[in-house]
């Protein structure tokens, strides 16, 4: 009977282990089983951000490329401005150049003319004054001639007239 309980209570012993047993490895399964769908799920969520971090690389690798490309042509465009600025300020550098040259010879020229046209004026002055001395001498001489040939009647006529009284 002793042996009887014993083996009965070894029986229930061992069934009592099967079964925690049985429920370890469903609890084991179940675990694993969660930790496979967590595993799936993060491996999941990461694919997901990988993807959309390297569209994000790609997005941001275009717009770079765009603003470089932009960035090359307004340099292109402030390039060309600038070239086409400076050849017209090049022209209008050497148009002013050209005008004060134009309005230097221009001025030389008319300091030269009025120059030749005071000499020639001074010159005509000169002239004339010359002119008006001589003049002026051969009224003096005249004068002086005619005097002396009024004096010279005068005295003639008042000898004539002694002699005739």
Do not use: H, M, P, W
């Not at 002013?96 to 010879?105: A, D, M, N, P, V």
Request: proline share 0%.
């Amino acid at each position: 009977e002793a042996l009887g309980q014993s083996q009965s209570a070894y029986k229930e012993k061992k069934e009592a282990l099967k079964q925690s047993q049985r429920i370890c490895y469903e609890k084991d399964a179940a675990l694993k089983q969660a930790l496979q769908e967590q595993r799936k799920e993060i491996e999941n969520k990461f694919k997901r951000q990988t993807a959309n971090l390297k569209q994000s690389i790609e997005v941001e690798k275009q717009l770079r490329i765009k603003n470089k490309a932009k960035a090359k042509k307004r340099e292109s465009s402030l390039k060309e401005a600038l070239g086409q600025s400076q050849s017209a300020y090049k022209e209008k550098k050497e148009a002013l150049k050209q005008s004060q040259r134009i309005c230097y010879e221009k001025d030389a020229a008319l300091k030269q003319a009025l120059q030749e046209q005071r000499k020639e004026i001074e010159n005509k002055f000169k002239r004339q004054t010359a002119n008006l001395k001589q003049s002026i001498e051969v009224e003096k001489q005249l004068r002086i001639k005619n005097k002396a040939k009024a004096k010279k009647r005068e005295s003639s006529l008042k000898e004539a007239l002694g002699q005739s009284q």
